[in-house]
């Protein structure tokens, strides 16, 4: 598994030098920069720093902008993998490789990862610049490279990751990235948290908000960022992202190694 | 048991698709069944060229996906080398490999090494033994001078022979061919040709070649299969075939001896209840 890992990675990484497509790391990170941008003037300029009482109990009395700036920031993070990770197959099927990567009896879960190794550093590069970014608007990072936050990060790399095999399996059936990659991140963006505490949406809509390891992630990133708590203090977040993780991996390895031919059909067929 | 060794067997193959059509905005789709192939038996030995002849629509490549693990028949039983093949399709994976016309299955921002080193890796090939052997396929298919180009300034014929090249990465001991020299001048055409002889013969690898091309089917093919419709209409060896319509051309008249090409127009027009 492991040299399928590298020869994708390897295999990724020239193909993205070689097409420069930096449009795409732009497009996020301006989506991510504009996550803190409008809310900052609203804040400041709109409600002049005056925010419902509601949201010091429901965030714990964090400040506002930090707030923003980590939702955002950790948005990106999700969005960018699961875009990268998601779109891979779908990929390789426009691209008319599809069959021969299918033909061999390479690990799927070791190109999978090469994809995730590859763009990791890109996605890590625009959640660092968002994060740069939101730290000039004000937001308080004193917690950045403690060994928490980089425990968090990988932790929710890892729920991304898992949620994008089973994204991946989905874009394949329906032949289609546009509608499900931007229904989904719609949703993401609206339910998880990023950019308001889900305790102000109605009670079925943050049950639903919970299938999504970005709503666990963001809230544990916050907890550490803000609090400086540790991870083990927020065992049922943990417990969440994991489990979580675990369903999409099963979801997207296992069903599709087993569906992977009858999947093939409906494409070749 | 010896039977089924050295040669993929494939017996009563039959692959139908359940089609949804749309019907309109809110009625719900009509189920249909598509029967791409029926009923056909088949056998690969190593070290012949064994023919899939038929024309578009015959049911060529869904045999070809089949026999090759991408999709699982609808019935009947598959072995390579006398393991079946479709409950070990990972097993029969590493020993196959597949090579299509077109200028598909490769990574055109890639150069031609790094295409095969990537399709080495995904067969776990490495190290030496995976350069040793991008090297010498690159000479086998004429592209050691083009090996560091990116694969989209490649020619249509370059990108072929690539492809060749990429589908004899894993050393497979079964090798399908589709339309290989699809769209190809005739000069290289023609080497693809020597080169899939030497397969066979020198090298002892069952090849299976569909093609458009009769003349080429002819010059390669040991033993034929024809396929019209998903139905498997005639077999045999090309001297065979041009028997079964020579025979009856013998009776009319005794004007020349039929070619291949005429003779599978006669097979398909025959199992269809036309006049050829």
């Known amino acids: 598994m492991v040299r399928v890992i590298g020869a994708t990675y390897k295999k990724n990484r020239i193909g993205i030098i070689r097409a420069m497509p930096w449009s795409f790391i732009v497009s996020r990170v301006v989506t991510g920069v504009t996550q803190i941008v409008f809310p900052f003037f609203i804040y400041h300029y709109f409600l002049a720093g005056n925010l419902n009482a509601d949201f010091g109990v429901y965030t714990g009395g964090a400040d506002y902008i930090t707030y923003i700036v980590l939702g955002a920031a950790l948005n990106v993070l999700a969005v960018s993998t699961l875009m990268n990770v998601g779109r891979a197959l779908i990929t390789e099927l426009r691209e008319g490789t599809l069959e021969v990567l299918l033909l061999s009896p390479a690990s799927r879960t070791g190109y999978f990862l090469g994809c995730l190794g590859e763009q990791t550093m890109r996605a890590l590069l625009e959640f660092g610049t968002v994060l740069a970014v939101g730290g000039i608007f004000g937001a308080d990072l004193r917690q950045t490279f403690t060994l928490q936050f980089v425990l968090v990060i990988l932790l929710a790399i890892l729920g991304f990751f898992c949620m994008g095999l089973s994204l991946s399996a989905v874009m394949l059936e329906a032949r289609d990235t546009y509608i499900t990659q931007n229904t989904l991140f719609f949703l993401m963006s609206l339910t998880c948290g990023i950019a308001f505490p889900i305790q102000y949406l109605p009670q079925w809509v943050q049950s639903f908000a919970q299938i999504f390891p970005l709503t666990p992630a963001v809230e544990l990133f916050r907890r550490v960022m803000i609090h400086g708590q540790g991870i083990g203090e927020n065992v049922e977040l943990l417990a969440q992202l994991l489990i979580l993780s675990v369903i999409y991996a099963v979801i997207g390895i296992v069903w599709f190694r087993r569906k992977e031919r009858i999947l093939i059909e409906r494409i070749f067929g | ?276």
């Open chain 2, 1 to 276: 048991m010896n039977e089924y060794l050295d040669k993929i067997v494939a017996k009563n193959l039959v692959k139908n698709y359940e089609l949804k059509e749309k019907q309109g905005f809110f009625r719900p789709k009509k189920r249909r069944t598509v029967h791409a192939v029926k009923d056909i038996s088949v056998e690969i030995p190593k070290g012949k060229i064994t023919g899939l002849l038929g024309i578009n629509g015959a049911g060529k490549t869904t045999t070809i996906r089949m026999l090759s693990s991408i999709i699982v028949p609808t019935s009947g039983t598959l072995t390579m080398d006398g393991v079946d093949a479709v409950a070990n399709h990972l097993w029969v994976k590493e020993r196959i490999n597949v090579i299509s016309g077109g200028e598909r299955n490769l990574y055109w921002r890639l150069t031609a090494v790094e295409n095969l080193q990537y399709f080495g890796s995904l067969y776990g090939v490495s190290g030496s033994v995976l350069d040793e052997r991008i090297r010498g396929l690159l000479e086998i298919v004429g592209l050691t001078e083009a090996a560091d180009t990116p694969v989209e300034r490649y020619s249509k014929g370059m990108k072929q022979r690539l492809q060749i090249a990429r589908g004899l990465i894993n050393d497979p001991e079964y090798i399908f061919l589709d339309e290989p020299t699809l769209g190809l001048d005739i000069v290289i055409a023609k080497e693809i040709r020597a080169l899939v002889m030497e397969l066979a013969a020198k090298h002892h690898k069952g090849v299976l070649l569909t093609t458009h091309y009769i003349s080429e089917a002819e010059e390669l093919c040991d033993y034929i299969y024809v396929l019209d419709k998903g139905a498997m209409i005639a077999e045999g060896t090309k001297e065979d075939l041009k028997d079964l319509l020579g025979y009856e051309r013998k009776v009319v008249s005794q004007i020349k001896e039929p070619d291949l090409e005429e003779t599978l127009m006669y097979l398909i027009n025959h199992s269809r209840g036309e006049h050829a």
